[in-house]
């Protein structure tokens, strides 16, 4: 009657949606600061006063000038403006013509996926990965291949990507900073993944696309440097969103880029454009756009993630958990106690911590934290933390 594979996915639960409706309900039932809540990625800082400000001037305005449709791609004008902003930053020479506006980074990977899949071929993610890339993946009709990162450090395992990539691998899909993990990819990295991309690509005479999802570009400490992806390997598309740098994850605004660099580039951006008008996403929030050309140099504000990062990791150094680094996004991955995530994170759950099991990212045996939340939140869920390690 319908299709049963939508079916199964609208009725499938995501483990981290449902732990945070979980908080809901059990904050209004013990009292909100009886629930330590780490289990979503919604920007705690708010958006910037530039926003608000950009929202009551363009409210001012000829309802036709801010509320029409634009072109598919978005208002040429603001394409420009965000053009501008990459060339600024990157030292770049993009046009607004490299520029596709979206509904968020969700819609620029699966519109980026669409326009590059053309049957049952493999994409690679790095587990642990952003479980929604297995949608999109699947639901383009590819196979979602995972190449466990480097055990060490969370960086990109180029021998077990090398022994991945066949004559049907497509995609490559890389997050950095990344969720769950909050690791950096170094220049190093970067680096080496294209040389071996490029090795592949001659040996097999194919093309193999980098996917570089960065919504948490900005979201980076201590000064880490956070390598400019089209810079170091041609072949990559560019999925950003203002969700995390901006604080506008409601307002589904982001973009994608076709880099002039990339080997025939203007017949990729036209198969991004038919693969936005395939999946319906064409025309991003009008509004938005526009805000977006008034405030994308507003540097995204990260102090308050960086104080959380040290009152995170200096409680669970002292608690002795063990953890990786973060180095931006907001996530922590730490490693559970016990082999089987989810038991753990049902475990913490006794202690109304809420921390999400490493499953749902692919992988075994960790738990991830979100620290955008209040820092009291943080400093007192201490106890809670210490009660867990004294359960094993
Ligand atoms: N990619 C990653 C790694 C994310 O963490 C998220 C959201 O949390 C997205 C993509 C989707 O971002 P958006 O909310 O802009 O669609």
Not at 137 to 154: C, M, N, Q, W, Y
Not at 352 to 372: K, P, T
Request: glycine share 6%; with cysteine; aromatic share 10%.
């Amino acid at each position: 009657m319908f299709n049963e594979t939508m079916l199964q996915m609208g009725q499938e639960p995501s483990v981290i949606r449902e732990l945070f409706a979980y908080g809901v309900a059990r904050k209004a039932e013990i009292g909100a600061d009886k629930v330590f809540d780490f289990s979503i990625g919604n920007p705690s800082v708010p958006a910037p006063a530039s926003v608000g400000q950009a929202l009551i001037d363009l409210a001012q305005q000829p309802a036709a000038q801010v509320h029409a449709y634009t072109q598919s791609a978005g208002d040429p004008a603001v394409r420009e403006v965000v053009a501008e902003n990459l060339n600024k930053r990157f030292g770049t020479n993009y046009r607004g013509a490299n520029i596709y506006m979206t509904c968020g980074a969700a819609a620029s990977l699966s519109i980026s996926l669409k326009a590059v899949l053309e049957g049952a071929e493999e994409v690679i993610v790095v587990a642990p990965f952003f479980p929604e890339y297995r949608t999109w993946i699947e639901t383009h009709g590819a196979k979602l291949v995972a190449v466990p990162a480097r055990e060490s450090d969370f960086q990109i395992d180029l021998d077990a990507m090398e022994a991945a990539i066949t004559p049907r691998t497509k995609a490559i899909i890389i997050n950095s900073p990344n969720n769950p993990v909050g690791v950096v990819y170094t220049r190093e990295t970067l680096e080496g993944l294209a040389a071996l991309l490029n090795a592949k690509q001659a040996e097999y005479g194919t093309s193999i696309f980098l996917i570089s999802d960065e919504p948490y570009r900005e979201l980076a400490y201590g000064g880490v440097e956070v390598p400019w992806v089209p810079a170091i390997y041609a072949n990559t598309i560019v999925c950003y969103s203002w969700s995390k740098s901006l604080s506008l994850p409601g307002e589904r605004v982001g973009y994608i880029l076709v880099p002039n660099t990339l080997d025939r580039w203007e017949d990729v951006f036209f198969a991004v454009s038919g693969a936005g008008r395939a999946l319906g996403f064409v025309c991003a929030p009008a509004v938005f756009q526009q805000v977006i050309a008034r405030c994308v140099d507003e540097p995204a504000d990260i102090a308050a993630y960086e104080r959380n990062r040290e009152l995170l990791t200096s409680m669970l150094d002292e608690l002795g958990y063990e953890y990786i680094q973060p180095q931006g996004a907001f996530y922590l991955w730490m490693r559970a106690l016990e082999s089987d995530a989810k038991a753990f994170s049902e475990q913490a759950k006794k202690h109304e911590l809420l921390i999400v099991a490493s499953d749902s990212f692919g992988v075994e045996g960790w738990a991830r934290l979100g620290y955008c939340i209040a820092p009291e939140t943080i400093t007192n869920s201490r106890e809670a933390f210490a009660a867990l390690k004294a359960d094993y």
